[in-house]
């Protein structure tokens, strides 16, 4: 079964809004990370949840983790027209691979 | 720092050529690389993880013939696509991950910019 399901697909907010993903998993995961991607372009990486931890930032990021509900979100302040990209979450297990989620599709309009 | 590096950024061929793709990681070595696959507006997909000097681990449907993986140096990969087909036409996208402090693993997998594959 698919790890990492996302929603909503697709987001489009005015600059400035906050805009909030949601990503839920499956099984068990040791870490949940956050990625952004341009189009066209590789990954980058934006923040990682252990599985301990309840919620994290990174400048205008915030990540929540649930795992009695196997889900987590993202929460981008104030964003920018910049902000536009997909954003994806991975979980990992016990080893080191990775498991992407389906993407959301953020567009921030000036 | 964790500069990870792919070439070419993009290639056409013909179907039935085969087609290499370099991973390299630029400033830090890396004991595992992922391959991955995305086809538009879609995820990615792993087609598998190869540890330095060791066969690869292609994942489930993943055709490890077709989809020939070295991992020769720890800071080089390489994907060769043989006997290309149109169905192959992907963006390919290549990840390390570096050991961490005291030798431990790290979780952190840098990606490369991709590969633009399209086979005519």
């Known amino acids: 079964s698919q790890q990492g399901e996302e929603d909503p697909q697709a987001l489009s907010i005015q600059e400035g809004e906050n805009a909030t993903m949601n990503c839920s998993y499956k099984t068990s995961i040791n870490n949940l990370q956050w990625y952004r991607q341009n189009s066209g372009r590789g990954l980058v990486h934006l923040i990682l949840?252990?599985?301990?931890?309840r919620e994290k930032h990174s400048g205008r990021l915030r990540v929540t983790l649930d795992t009695s509900k196997k889900s987590s979100s993202l929460l981008i302040t104030a964003s920018r027209a910049a902000d536009t990209a997909s954003y994806f979450c991975a979980t990992a297990a016990s080893g080191s691979r990775l498991t992407f989620g389906e993407g959301t599709q953020l567009t921030v309009n000036p | 720092g964790a500069v990870v590096s792919q070439h070419p950024s993009w290639v056409i061929c013909k179907s039935g050529t085969s087609v290499k793709i370099e991973c390299r990681s630029l400033?830090?070595?890396?004991?595992?690389m992922f391959w991955y696959r995305q086809f538009p507006k879609q995820s990615l997909m792993l087609m598998a993880t190869?540890?330095?000097?060791?066969?690869?681990?292609?994942e489930q449907g993943v055709e490890k013939d077709k989809f020939l993986i070295n991992h020769a140096s720890l800071t080089l990969s390489t994907l060769t696509v043989t006997s290309a087909h149109p169905e192959d036409s992907s963006f390919y996208i290549c990840?390390?991950?570096?050991?961490?402090?005291?030798?431990?693993?790290?979780?952190?997998?840098?990606f490369g910019p991709g590969t633009r594959l399209t086979v005519t």
């Open positions: 949840i252990r599985s301990n931890e």
């Open positions: 190869s540890n330095e000097g060791s066969k690869a681990t292609y």
């Open positions: 990840s390390a991950r570096s050991r961490g402090l005291a030798g431990g693993m790290t979780y952190e997998q840098y």
């Open positions: 400033d830090f070595q890396a004991t595992t």
